[in-house]
């Protein structure tokens, strides 16, 4: 636990802010509660690291979502704006979407005293458990009586969202992976656990699915492995055979390590108490999360020699092996195909059909990433696919 002089420096700067950012991570899943008790008094805005996606739940109006480049533009704002910042149980490594280091009064919470001011210059070190500390500092804290900030925030959020529903029914060919995940978030039970692989599903996952009380969630940490999510879904049938898991992973993913977990399941789901698991692929035959970073940071267009990824019937090999299998190949189909899978009474593979070129645009972009973006489009010849995704990026670099 900290000591009481440290607790009372964080509650000093606390109660001195005027426009208080929390950043969430893996650290603080067990301190849900405190959290929000936190945000009520402070009148903050609550960003959340991936890893801790399931900290608090997303129907909380100053819940701004994910931070990063696979966040939200609420997030981005809440960081570029805020006077005092609180991270608690978070070592978020990419500290260019932070406060500028030095232009906010900062504190940071967590059990491991290494991961003070690693990625920010903090003010205030709280070496200690997220909840019991946060349970300390609480009642020290003055209720702010200016809610002009919280009201910021909270239209961040509508904002925010409302970028995310156009773009999740922009066109598509033939399916825009968006709206997929969308109508999953609708559907979700109130006990999932999801996994999520790495690359453009991990952005659409961030983005896309709502969080809210029970749930729990993961995706691969610091190093970004592909192949995770399969594994990760596998474990979480073996731990909690009573809970409903959703597995969301790219076809690269698959290909390298998902197909054969698929055998595991194969034999072993009759176990579980509930069968369902449900594995959504994102079939484009495309690394297409490289593709977006080729696009944007070189200017490259695509190069198919090590983007490539083969054809496989990832449905029909699931029947192969006596799961159930979905093609998802029309955005017509979306809504029913996801209910059936819900429905199903052993482990389901959705395959959708998933439309390459909607890029994994970050909350803000530079004018170079934007010229780059352009340059590339250019060079890939029809442009017609991605044309929905370029007035994004532009709306974006405006401000719009």
């Not at 609180?86 to 919470?109: D, H, R, W």
């Amino acid at each position: 636990m900290p000591p009481a002089s440290e607790i009372d420096k964080a509650a000093r700067i606390l109660n001195g802010g005027e426009k208080i950012a929390i950043l969430v991570g893996a650290g603080a899943l067990k301190a849900r509660e405190e959290l929000i008790a936190l945000a009520e008094i402070t009148g903050g805005g609550i960003a959340k690291a991936l890893l801790g996606k399931a900290a608090v739940e997303d129907s909380l109006p100053y819940v701004t979502g994910c931070i990063g480049l696979l966040g939200t533009e609420a997030s981005s704002q809440l960081m570029k704006h805020c006077d005092t910042l609180l991270m608690v149980g978070s070592n978020f490594p990419y500290s260019e979407y932070l406060p500028k280091p030095g232009s906010v009064k900062a504190i940071q919470i967590d059990l491991d005293p290494a991961n003070i001011s690693l990625r920010y210059p903090m003010d205030v070190g709280l070496i200690g458990d997220s909840a019991a500390t946060l349970k300390l500092l609480l009642p020290l804290l003055r209720q702010k009586a200016d809610n002009n900030w919280r009201q910021q925030v909270e239209k961040w959020v509508v904002d925010s969202e409302n970028d995310l529903k156009a773009q999740a029914v922009a066109e598509a060919n033939p399916v825009n992976p968006e709206r997929v995940f969308v109508e999953l978030s609708k559907r979700l039970p109130e006990d999932a656990i999801i996994t999520c692989d790495s690359g453009t599903s991990t952005v659409w996952y961030a983005r896309h699915l709502k969080m809210r009380p029970g749930m729990a969630a993961s995706v691969s940490g610091a190093l970004a492995s592909m192949g995770c999510s399969m594994p990760y879904a596998v474990a979480a049938k073996f731990a909690f055979p009573e809970r409903p898991v959703f597995c969301c992973i790219g076809d690269g993913a698959m290909q390298m390590a998902g197909i054969n977990e698929l055998i595991t399941v194969a034999k072993y789901w009759r176990e579980w108490t509930n069968p369902r698991l449900v594995i959504i692929v994102l079939k484009n035959n495309d690394l297409s999360f490289v593709t977006a970073e080729m696009r944007a940071t070189e200017g490259e267009p695509r190069f198919a020699d090590s983007q490539d990824v083969p054809e496989f019937g990832y449905a029909f090999y699931a029947r192969s092996l006596g799961l159930e299998g979905y093609k998802l190949d029309s955005p017509d189909l979306i809504e029913s195909t996801l209910s059936s899978a819900l429905l199903a009474d052993r482990p389901v593979v959705v395959e959708v059909v998933a439309d390459a070129n909607v890029a994994p645009l970050p909350p803000s972009i530079s004018f170079g990433e934007a010229v780059n973006f352009a340059q590339a489009i250019g060079k890939e010849g029809d442009a017609t696919p991605i044309v929905e995704t370029l007035k994004m990026a532009w709306a974006r670099l405006s401000g719009k």
